[in-house]
């Protein structure tokens, strides 16, 4: 009879928080494209949050049963299938929102094309974003390849090989980072190599505060201290940083503030409630929002005949507003049971697996 592996638990309230908080923050940032204004200045560094926290939870809940085999298929159809469905609704609402504009250019074999690459979470190489169906794909297909390639390597991955990848990305990223004047990379094909870059090294920092084995050592952030840390983080989120600070900034904050912040927050708890919410919430507020953002300016740019560009302050508000509890809807009644229905088919898929 085969040994059963306890599964071990990967539920890090903080760094729930942490995804919620920077969630909005993406938000945030994007609202330039409804108001001209944006809330979260440097919101796309929130996006090198979420490549951290992914690699650490991913070597936290699958290293082990990848690297004892049989689990790599199971593996990758649980990792992909982890974003399609909340993923196919923001696509959904970006292609309702671009049809109106498809329908007057007759551009269908263009949309079409998008439509079909955008469903697999593949990006268009005849547009000049990678996903203009719904733009914060780019992340994603960034993050899935990371994990593939994860999965492949693991064997190899030696703590070396791993402070050697981290080194060599992130040079990559500071060379590309002084070229383009800030980190705000990956979603267009002329910086997609620095997008990739930026995945490949918050992964590989991700892996290694797990190999450090942070989360089983004693506190260093607590109480008050670990929620000081996780304010700081989305106050930087915020900041408006202008003019030659701006490279160092971004470089600062990847390669110091969030690895150490999040290296201190893996081993800390949260008595507050509001942390398991806003960890439900962060995926579908971030796979839709820029869908709904798109739609909203499709809806006024039609209600005006195209002589308005931009939402006052309140609709864009009322916008926001939406997408939040969307997103909470999603994140606690519809992405639960569509990730419990997943579960089971690989579960079925595991046991096959393991009986051929």
Known sequence: MEAVHPVPSYRFEQLDALRGLCALAVVGFHTSFLTGVRFAPSGYLAVDVFFV??????????????????????????????????????????????????????????????????????????????????????????????????????????????????????????????????????????????????????????????????????????????????????????????????????????GVVIPVTIAGLVGTGCSWRGCETLGAISYPIYAIHFGVFLLAKTFVGLASGWQQSYLSGSAALLVGLSVVSMGFVLGKFVDPQCQRIIGRYARIRAVAVAKA
């Not at 593949?122 to 994603?140: K, R, T």
């Not at 990739?196 to 797990?210: D, E, K, S």
């Open 53 to 254: 926290i992914s690699g650490f939870v991913i070597a936290h809940a699958y290293g082990d049963r990848l690297q004892r085999g049989h689990y790599f298929t199971t593996y990758l159809i649980k990792r992909y299938a982890r974003f399609l469905p909340m993923w196919w609704i923001g696509v959904a609402i970006g292609m309702t929102a671009a049809f109106p504009g498809v329908y007057h250019d007759r551009a269908w074999s263009g949309f079409a094309i998008s439509s079909a690459l955008a469903l697999v979470i593949l990006p268009n190489p005849g547009e000049h974003v990678l996903f203009p169906l719904n733009l914060p794909g780019w992340s994603l297909f960034v993050e899935l390849t990371v994990n593939i390639g994860y999965a492949a390597l693991l064997p190899r991955l030696s703590r070396r090989v791993l402070v050697g990848t981290i080194a060599t990305s992130f040079l990559y990223i500071v060379l590309a980072t002084l070229r383009h004047g800030n980190m705000s990379s990956g979603f267009t094909w002329d910086t997609a190599d620095a997008g990739m870059a930026r995945g490949v090294y918050g992964f590989a920092v991700g892996v290694l505060i797990h190999r450090l084995g942070l989360h089983r050592k004693p506190r260093f952030l607590s109480g008050r201290w670990a929620l000081a840390a996780l304010g700081g983080v989305v106050i930087l989120l915020f900041a408006d940083v202008v003019g030659g600070v701006r490279p160092w900034f971004d470089l600062a904050c990847a």
